[in-house]
Each structure stands twice: as C-alpha cells, then as structure tokens.
C-alpha cells in the first residue's frame, strides 16, 4: 500500500514564495550539484554506473522507503519523524533530488509490532529494492530489522536517541547513543545546582535501564550518591508511593526516564503531591516537545531536558527549518529531538551519495564516515566512523507553555561512543 | 533506610503513604465498579472498557477546550459538567454496543471477549483518527492542582482528595440503585434467574441494555477522573484494563462489596510493597499474591448463592 509522492509545491507554494529564496539561499553551502539542471546530471551519471546492484534506481527517480508506526501505541511518537522525513525529501527534491534523480517515496506502516517492522522491512528491501530506508522509532523495532537490513544489505537511517551498544555497517544512527546525552547534562547539573545525590527514576525496559546504569557509574565515579534507583512497569499510572520515596530521601536531583503515557501520570503527580520543579531540580532524558503536549506545559515548567535539539535553538539553519515545516504540517505541530533527528537522515543519505557518487549500498556505507551536513538545525553534525553523529549535547529548561529555554549547550561536538569503556 | 531521619519525618511520610494508599484504592474502585457491573451482574467480558473511559477522557478533553474558549468564567466548574456528560456520552455508546452487538451473544462469552476486544481496537482506531496519534493535555481548574497542607509536614495530593469523594459518591449512589430501587432490583433478578425474571413480567431485555450502559457511562466518569492523574491518547485505556479486570475477578465476579474489598486489598498491598521494594518488584509479587489467592478460592473473596 502507500506510494506516496511527495509534492514539492505543498511546501513551498509556489515557484515566488520567500521561502524557496531562503530554502535555496540556504542550500548554497551545500556541493552546487544539486543546483544543476537534473537532466544534464542524469546523462553525467548514467544508471549503470550508480546503481550496479539492482536498486530501484531509474534515469529520473530514486525510491526510498518510510518504515515507521502510523498506527498502534508508537503512533504518538512515530508521527513526527514520518513528518519530519517527507519534510527533508521534499526539499531535497525541490534541489533537484540525489544525483539528478528525484527520490519516490514508498512508506510502510509498522503498526507498533515488532515482527510487522521486520516483515516491512523485508518488502521494503526485497520487493521494492528501495536505495535507503528512514525509520523505527523504539529499540525493539530496530532490533526486529537489523537481522534483515543485514541480510539483504540494505541501508536503515534511525532517528531516535537509544542505549548504544550496537553499531552496524548498515544503520546510521542520527540521534544520540547514551553516553552522548547523560554524561554532559550529569557534569553541567552537578557543576550549576552542585547537585550531591540523585534518585533515579524509569520506565522498566531496556533503554531507561541501560541509561540509568551509565548514569549511576558517572555519578559514583565523581564521589556523588545515587539515594535511589526505581523503575515501574510501561504504562504505571500511579506513582504516589515513590514520590513519598523521594520526598524521604530529599535527593538534590530527580533523574526521570519515564516514558508514554506513564510520563504523563508522573509529573502529573508530582505537581499534586506539592513537588515545585521550580525548586525541586528535576532532569529528565525522555521528555521533549512532544511528549510535552500531553503532559502539559503547566505540569512540567522548570524542569531540565537533556537533548541534543530544542525546537527553540536560535541559529538561522532552524528558523528555516521551523518555518517550512510549520508550513507543510500546520502551526500547531511542535518538533521534538526525535524529529530533528529524522530530518537529518534523509539529507545524510544525499550528501552521502553524492560523495560516493553512487547509490551502491556498499559505497554509500564505506562514504558515510566524515560526512558533514552544515544545514543541520541542530548545527553542525558529522559522521564517526562508528556510523553515529558527532553532535552536542544541550539542557534545556521547561516553560509552561510546551517549549523549552536553552540554558546549556556543550562547547564542543561530543563524539559517539556506543561502547562506552567503565561504563558498561 | 530510615536512619538519620527524626520520628516525627518518619510519621509525616506514613501519614502521606496511607493517603497514597487510599488514593490508589479509589482509583481502582472507580475503575472497577463500571466493569464489576458489567462482568458480575451480565456475565459480560468488556475488553472495550478502558476504551469507554478514554471517550469519557476526551469527552472532558473536548469540554474544557469549549468551556475555556466561549465561557472562561465557568471554567472553574467545567469538571462537574464534563463528568456529566462524560456519563452520557459512554453510557450512550455502551447502549448503542449492547443492541448492536452484544446481545446477540449473550450466550456464548468467548465470543463476547473476541468482539468487545475488536471493539475495543476500532474505537482506538477512531479516537486516533478523530483527535490525532498524540497524547491531548488536559487543561484543569487551578483549585484542583496542588496540595493540602495538612501540617508543616504532610502534604495531600487535591486532585486525590477529588477522585476519593467521587469514588465514594458514585458507590453510594451504585448502592441505592442496585438495593434500593425497583430497577436494582429487576437487575439482581435477571440476574439471579432470567428466565423467572421474564416470567413475572420483567423486560430482561431492556434491563439488559440499561444494566450495560449504566456499566459504560461510570466507565466515561472514571474516565473524566483520571484525566487529573495520567494521559489521554487513543491508548491510554489499555493502561487501565488488566488492573480493572484483576481487582473485579480477585473480588469475585458477582459482588460490589468484593470489588471494593477487593480493591482495598490490591491497593494497600501494591502501595506498601511499592515503598519498600522496587515498583516492578512490587507489581510481581502483588500479582503473585492474587494468583495462590484466586488458586486456594477461585470464586474470588466474596460470591454469591447464585442459582445456576
């Protein structure tokens, strides 16, 4: 089901809107292939010679495959980074598309089911023989493909942040591997709040857990305390009883990686229970813009965001980025770190190609390491080696009304470590 | 764990871990007693229960959105209204569901869990369609957010005050209906015997229609109640649906008091443990009680003499 078309003229409307000025203004930096005329590139790059493995890979067009969940429980957090990746395939094609080809979107819906990824998944390579496919949202879905991305070499770009451990020559991770988003926001939160204990609070699976223990071996490795380390079943809706913990234990931080619907109950009840995050230092490494429609701004304002991207960064690359996709997708809608990530896959795999010149699996994976993108909202990202993003980390502080101030960002790009040594 | 804190700290801390406790009991009553209806006086398996609280969430969802755009000044109240019409609007579709579909299989109970589970994922396919994949955030009265103070020391949750005085009201009023009323009692008489019940003139049919939508529309209320304690989103109604249908058969399925004692048991338990262990540690060891409980009495706490 589902090829879907992008159409460019929805997000620039029209051939004289200041966007495309700026959109094209803003391209300038990029290599000015894309600026030539397609057909000229085409007979400069002959099939043959860029798709030597049988891809779907026309004179004209390019396909790729969207593989995220539009239905089911993942539908709350997927729906962002579907958004965000026809966002960067339309401006990519509005460019004058990869290589001279215009990419054709074939999207697939993987219904929050592990198996139903791994099953779409197979299409998406086998039947469609798509050149690249952005998608999975949890780890477990990821997990589901990654036997079958590897056995019918294909090449997945995963938005999300996760718990590392895991690097494949077939995925290129554009969120952040643990050690990426924790370690700088324990460092600024112990040097500003001199924070001396933590308690430390999870939903009960594989991220929250594997993230709270590098935090917990940063935290003791600085001579602080952990007074408490708790996780509740997905989907808890009462935490009463542990915040009367964390009221006996008086930590100086609450340390949360709560996730879904459990979230909303927590800050909920943590506003209930007389806890003012004003005062109380709170971080948390699961909650951004989006999950901050549903808990609402007025539950959560104060508390501290641990990402890599805020929708409210002010560097020229987002207010572009901002705009065009409030343009595509409506006013309303808020971008969360996931969705930036999302953004970022689609326009890696272009630069990519175009370095390899070639939509060879093999060769887009051997060119990914190095990899700049300069266009980045978040700003400047490049490639590792170990196929996830150079990136910085960033605390930003929660206002009521669903955004976040940008209070810290590291100096530097913080580099990827999926295997972090004393840690594991 | 207590060391270095003072006996008066320790109190203050009890005192707030007993109003937890009391709090997660009224949550699971007001959870239960809609399906405790349902399942214990119709025999029905409802999987689409937690979906009619969600109706009732967005139901509140929808009202202070309306309330808060065209009569701010009334928004402090909206709450009361949004519970009625929450009542309404779920009690409507469960009357709906029961002409459509759940008569017709009164006598076969596996296939009613089939179909209300299938209801249950097309009415989380419609509440995706209509308000959207996210979660909504529901704005409430600034009086209900908060805490009591009750001392220097001891704090009580507003909002959980609010679901108890509920919790207690609805069972009231449940009581009054179902003992003392003539309609209560053409329910306990289908009950007991629906042939009998026929016999002597009363419309079991119709009895049956209003018994179901009475279940679905506390179900919309519960619904409206716990939009001040967790999410709402087209799934946020699985959350509810194992603890509901524990408390209901740990209780025995045909007995209100044996929801609530029920309830209060599972609660208390799950509170305590969850304050001196881990919260999954606590989960796995209340479900453990449950399960050599419902082993050694598999009727559940209390039952009643039921003519089969």
Request: hydrophobic content about 45%; aromatic content about 10%.
């Amino acid at each position: 089901m589902s090829s879907d078309k992008i159409n460019a003229d929805k997000l620039t409307g029209g051939a004289h809107s200041p966007l495309r000025r700026k959109l094209l203004l803003g391209m300038a930096a990029l290599p000015a292939i894309g600026l030539l005329p397609r057909g000229a590139l085409a007979q400069a790059l002959p099939t043959d010679a860029v798709n030597t493995t049988k891809l779907a890979v026309t004179d004209s067009t390019v396909k790729v495959g969207i593989l995220h969940s539009t239905t089911g429980t993942m539908a709350i957090s997927e729906t962002g980074s579907v958004q965000a990746e026809k966002l960067a395939i339309a401006q990519i094609n509005e460019m004058g598309g990869v290589l001279g080809r215009k990419i054709e979107v074939i999207q697939e819906d993987g219904a929050s089911d592990w198996p139903t990824f791994a099953e779409k998944a197979r299409k998406l390579l086998v039947e469609d023989k798509v050149a690249a496919v952005f998608g999975c949202w949890t780890s477990a879905s990821r997990k589901a493909v990654l036997p079958v991305f590897e056995q019918y070499n294909g090449m997945l770009y995963y938005p999300t942040f996760y718990e590392g451990l895991e690097q494949s020559k077939n995925v290129i991770y554009t969120g952040q591997e643990a050690t990426q988003q924790i370690l700088a926001g324990l460092d600024w939160v112990t040097k500003e709040k001199g924070a001396k204990t933590f308690f430390l609070i999870g939903s009960d699976y594989i991220w929250p857990r594997t993230s709270n223990k590098i935090a917990r071996k940063h935290i003791e490795m600085h001579g602080q305390k952990v007074v408490g380390e708790e996780y509740f079943p997905l989907g808890h809706t009462q935490f009463n009883s542990v915040i009367n913990k964390i009221k006996l234990t008086k930590p100086d931080v609450i340390y949360a990686s709560v996730v879904g619907g459990s979230n909303v109950a927590f800050y909920k009840q943590l506003k209930a229970a007389g806890i003012d995050l004003n005062k109380q230092t709170l971080m948390t490494i699961s909650v951004t813009e989006d999950e901050m429609l549903g808990i609402g701004g007025e539950n959560i304002a104060g508390a501290y965001a641990c990402m890599k991207y805020f929708q409210s960064l002010k560097n020229p690359n987002n207010e572009k980025f901002v705009a065009a996709f409030k343009k595509m997708w409506g006013g309303e809608s808020v971008i969360g770190d996931v969705t930036q990530a999302g953004y970022l896959g689609p326009w890696l795999w272009k630069l990519t190609a175009e370095k390899a010149k070639s939509f060879d699996i093999d060769k887009i994976a051997a060119a990914s390491a190095g990899i700049e993108f300069t266009g980045a909202p978040e700003g400047y990202v490049r490639v590792h080696e170990n196929h996830h993003l150079w990136s910085k980390t960033r605390v930003g502080r929660a206002r009521t009304d669903g955004q976040f101030d940008v209070v810290f960002e590291t100096a530097d790009l913080i580099e990827p470590n999926p295997f972090p040594k004393g840690y594991q | 764990m207590f060391e270095g804190y003072s006996l008066a700290e320790l109190g203050s801390i009890f005192a707030m871990q007993g109003f937890a406790g009391l709090i997660l009991f009224s949550v699971f009553v007001l959870m239960a007693l809609g399906l405790a209806i349902i399942f214990g006086q119709m025999g029905v398996i409802n999987m689409a229960h937690g979906e009619f609280m969600i109706l009732g969430a967005y139901v509140t969802y929808l009202c202070s959105n309306f309330i808060s755009s065209t009569a701010p000044a009334l928004f402090p109240a909206y709450f009361f209204i949004a519970m009625a019409l929450a009542f309404l609007a779920s009690g409507a579709l469960g009357m709906l569901v029961e002409w459509a579909m759940i008569r017709f299989l009164y006598r076969r109970p596996l296939d009613t869990l089939l179909a209300t589970w299938g209801l249950s994922l097309i009415l989380q396919q419609i509440f995706r369609s209509v308000f959207g994949a996210r979660e909504v955030g529901v704005v409430l009265p600034d009086w209900l957010m908060g805490s009591v103070a009750v001392t220097d020391t001891i704090e009580v949750p507003i909002n959980g005050l609010f679901v108890m005085g509920l919790t207690m009201t609805i069972t009231v009023v449940i009581y009054a209906v179902m003992f003392r009323s003539r309609w209560g009692q053409g329910v306990r008489a289908v009950m007991q015997n629906r042939v009998m019940a026929g016999a002597v003139g009363i419309n079991t049919e119709k009895v049956d229609r209003y018994t179901f939508g009475l279940g679905c529309g506390i179900a919309g209320v519960a619904g409206s109640a716990f939009t001040m304690v967790g999410s709402t989103g087209p799934t946020s109604g699985q959350l509810y649906i194992v603890d509901t249908f524990l408390v209901v058969v740990f209780g025995g399925a045909q007995s209100l008091i044996g929801t609530i004692a029920s309830a209060f048991t599972i609660s208390q338990a799950q509170s305590t443990m969850e304050f001196f262990l881990s919260g999954s540690t606590a989960k796995v060891l209340t479900l453990l009680t449950v399960v050599v409980i419902l082993m050694l009495r598999p009727q559940g706490l209390f039952v009643l003499k039921v003519r089969r």
